[in-house]
């Protein structure tokens, strides 16, 4: 189930909300929250339970983010028993492991860097303009796990973001930065 919660005003969340048809809301609220391939793979957004919070970052009362440790992990985690889970929210591409499960979040293939207010204002940067994803393959040591970064047209999805409004989109694709100087 998607988070239903407020959006703040001008938010990409309220704009999305926006364009989004009744057909197309209602297709997103009835997608699980995970997709579960039992004792193996478990697939999710932000935690196993929670659409909206980071497995891997944590955001601290300064705004700083930082990775998780290993406590804070294990925490969102909670009981699950798969070893290798696929985790994304952050658009911020990384592996780790925990309590010796693969934990892989491929980064974001369309917004390389955001801002947000929640649970603190903060910022989530790659610092390139790249899209990007991740191929995993089982080897008989266990997961190979490649991180790939993309060129692709920036230009043309800024611009698009610029005529949609969203000077701040445009920058954020341009650089892969949130915070401009």
Do not use: Q
């Amino acid at each position: 189930m998607i988070d239903a919660s407020p959006a703040e005003p001008g938010s990409t969340l309220e704009g999305n909300r926006m364009t989004l048809s009744t057909r197309h809301r209602e297709w997103l609220a009835n997608l699980p929250l995970k997709r579960e391939f039992p004792g193996e793979i478990l697939i999710f957004h932000g935690t196993p339970t929670r659409d909206n919070v980071y497995l891997l970052e944590s955001v601290r009362s300064n705004g700083i983010v930082s990775p998780a440790t290993d406590k804070e992990i294990a925490a969102r985690l909670g009981r699950v028993s798969e070893t290798l889970l696929l985790c994304g929210h952050t658009h911020i591409p990384r592996a780790a492991m925990a309590d010796g499960r693969l934990i892989v979040n491929p980064g974001s293939v369309g917004l390389p860097a955001y801002s947000d207010v929640a649970p603190v204002p903060h910022v989530m940067e790659t610092g390139t303009p790249h899209a990007r994803y991740a191929t995993l393959e089982r080897t008989g040591s266990g997961w190979r796990v490649d991180h790939i970064a993309i060129d692709y047209d920036v230009e043309s999805a800024a611009e698009m973001a610029d005529r949609n409004r969203r000077p701040d989109w445009a920058g954020r694709l341009r650089t892969g930065r949130a915070v401009m100087a």
